[in-house]
DNA sequence: ATCATCG
DNA sequence: CGATGATAGCGCTCA
DNA sequence: TGAGCG
């Protein structure tokens, strides 16, 4: 049967009760990223994809997965790619097709966390990112943050979309032509970064080290890296309540929460409004030369 | 979750 | 046999 | 070279 996977442990719980909403199983996980393929698919397919395992569900021991498994099914398409400092090949998965989203998720790879980039040109990435990391609890200063990013992208000739990151941050997504590899993205998504922080020190810090951040939302840069990942759109988070990264238009963001959009509520959504990533994403982008000065 | 290895 | 360990000791920046 | 970070 080399279509078959034997689906097991349906009933354990993945996620426990949380407030109003009741607990979310293996099962519930299997048939979330079914139906939602057809959003989901898009958003990994090509890319280096690292998951995040619970075997034993959100409340046991996790571990990442960037190599594939030899007992994977031969039908599983990978891509190896070279460690540099672990010196060694590691396979990637590509989760190109429904079948692999199933098995990943048979296998408790509750996360999944795909590069910016696509094998066929795999060192430049398609989009440059803004990683919003509150400091504790705070998605309120959060959504502020995103709208004022919004607002230096728009002023360097720049659009951009939102997405929760299903735990207490946003994530601002400028798409890219892929002329750029990631160090000039990197760069410059540090050179704008920079910016902001000069001009609202008070609510946003680039600083590296959490002692130096004093309470005040984090711009990470540093997911626009090979080898670097986050969450992608429409993924699950093992976080309380079974959230899922989700897109926000602007002018909602000040109206949500991240527990809006969970494995329980997101295919409603979905069913009722299509893939609202897609349809948000502006067309890729140049990169402005004033910004890309060494 | 699954396999390799160790007692 | 069953128990135990491994699965990113990654990639990057700053000190 | 290593600590700290996500
Ligand atoms: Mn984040
Ligand atoms: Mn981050």
Redesign the pocket.
């Known amino acids: 049967m080399p279509q078959g996977i034997e689906l ?2 349906l009933d ?1 719980v993945f996620w426990p009760a949380h407030g109003e909403s009741p607990a979310v199983s ?1 099962g519930d996980l299997i048939t979330y990223v079914e139906e939602m393929a057809p959003v989901l698919l898009p958003a990994l397919r090509n890319r280096p994809l ?1 998951v995040i395992r619970y ?1 034993n569900g959100t409340g046991g ?1 996790s ?5 594939t ?3 994977a099914p031969e039908w599983i398409r990978t891509i190896t790619l070279h ?4 010196k060694r090949d ?1 396979r990637y998965v590509l989760c190109n097709d429904r079948r692999t989203l199933r098995w990943l998720a ?3 790879a509750i996360e999944l966390h795909p590069w910016l980039s696509r094998v066929d040109r795999l060192e430049r990435p398609d989009a440059l990112v803004f ?1 919003l ?1 509150p400091p504790e609890g705070g998605f309120e200063r959060t959504v502020q943050v995103a709208l004022m990013v919004r607002e230096l992208l728009r002023d360097n000739g720049l659009q951009a979309v939102a997405k929760t990151s299903g735990s207490k941050g946003i994530h601002v997504w400028a798409p890219l032509q892929r002329r750029y590899d ?1 160090r000039t993205v ?1 760069r410059t998504a540090e050179r704008l970064a920079a910016r902001l922080e000069a001009e609202a020190g008070d609510e946003v810090t680039t600083e ?4 130096g951040r004093g309470g005040r939302v ?1 711009l ?1 840069t ?1 997911r626009l ?4 990942h986050m969450a992608s759109v429409y993924s699950p988070r093992a976080r309380p309540g079974a959230p899922v990264s989700f897109p926000v238009p602007w002018e909602d963001l000040s109206r949500v929460t991240p527990l809006d959009f969970t494995i329980a509520s997101v295919p409603e959504l979905v069913r009722a409004d299509g893939d609202r990533w897609k349809d948000l994403m502006p067309a890729p982008q140049r990169l402005p030369e004033d910004l890309l000065a060494d």
């Open positions: 097991s442990n354990k293996k690292t075997p021991a571990f990442y997965q960037k190599d498994p030899k007992y460690a540099t400092q672990a590691v048979n296998q408790a990683d990391d990631y990197r590296f080290s959490k002692a984090y990470d540093g890296a090979p080898g670097a």
